[in-house]
């Protein structure tokens, strides 16, 4: 089992660009998570999927777009990237249930210049 | 507002020694709090979750402690190795209607030297 796979691993991008980090997973998990990881900050929820056909924000959603079309992705967009989001963005996700652990991707390394 | 506050910063110590993590929160209502590893370019990978009733949990060198009246916890590491080397986060749950709203720790960076 790969768990959770995301795409890419790093990504450099001009202001303005758009682009969409990708993140799927085998482990057949309802929940889904974007975070965004900067210096001196904890890992900070930008948005989250409790299923397919549900989203929700988070945190930090502001310049970010998600759509669950099935129960394996969760896309992450960027519509038009600013420096501000220069970050590593990490997918997650967690059976349901309160106490149930969360699994994370390698993460995606996004510089926007 | 939900906080988790983590000390040290960073530590460094001798391969084989202890060391002791700590977690302080005010996250509220409380529902579980975890410990996660990450290391250098990579996700955080879970160590520990537990419960408002768990004091005390174990994971091989892994020692986590929890004190939910005075909202405390730490992280014992036992025997440390090189390979120990990463960022400890602690993570803290609160009850909510749905989804996975986590509230993160900076984390403490932990180097193990020979």
């Known amino acids: 089992n790969a768990g959770v796979t995301q795409t890419p691993k790093f990504q450099v991008l001009k202001t303005g660009q758009s682009m969409t980090l990708q993140c799927a997973q085998d482990?057949?998990?309802?929940?889904m998570s974007w975070y965004r990881q900067d210096p001196g900050m904890g890992l900070r929820l930008i948005h989250y999927s409790v299923g397919a056909g549900i989203t929700d924000q988070g945190e930090v959603p502001n310049g970010y777009n998600v759509s669950r079309s099935t129960t394996e992705d969760f896309p992450l967009r960027l519509l038009s990237a600013a420096p501000s989001q220069t970050s590593v963005y990490f997918c997650a996700t967690n059976a349901g249930g309160m106490n149930t652990e969360a699994f994370f991707g390698q993460g995606t390394r996004l510089t926007v210049v | 507002k939900n906080q988790v506050e983590q000390s040290p910063q960073s530590l460094i110590i001798l391969e084989g020694k202890n060391c002791t993590l700590q977690?302080?929160?005010?996250?509220?209502?409380?529902?579980?709090l975890r410990w996660y590893k990450q290391d250098t370019g990579r996700g955080p990978v879970s160590l520990t979750i537990?419960?408002?009733?768990?004091n005390t949990k174990s994971n091989g060198r892994y020692t986590a402690t929890l004190d939910a009246d005075t909202k405390q916890s730490s992280l014992h590491i036992t025997a440390s190795q090189l390979s120990d080397s990463a960022s400890y986060i602690c993570v803290v749950k609160a009850f909510t209607g749905g989804g996975n709203k986590l509230t993160f720790g900076t984390g403490t960076q932990l180097k193990v030297e020979l």
């Open positions: 482990m057949n998990h309802e929940y």
């Open positions: 977690c302080n929160y005010t996250v509220s209502p409380f529902s579980n």
């Open positions: 537990m419960t408002f009733s768990e």
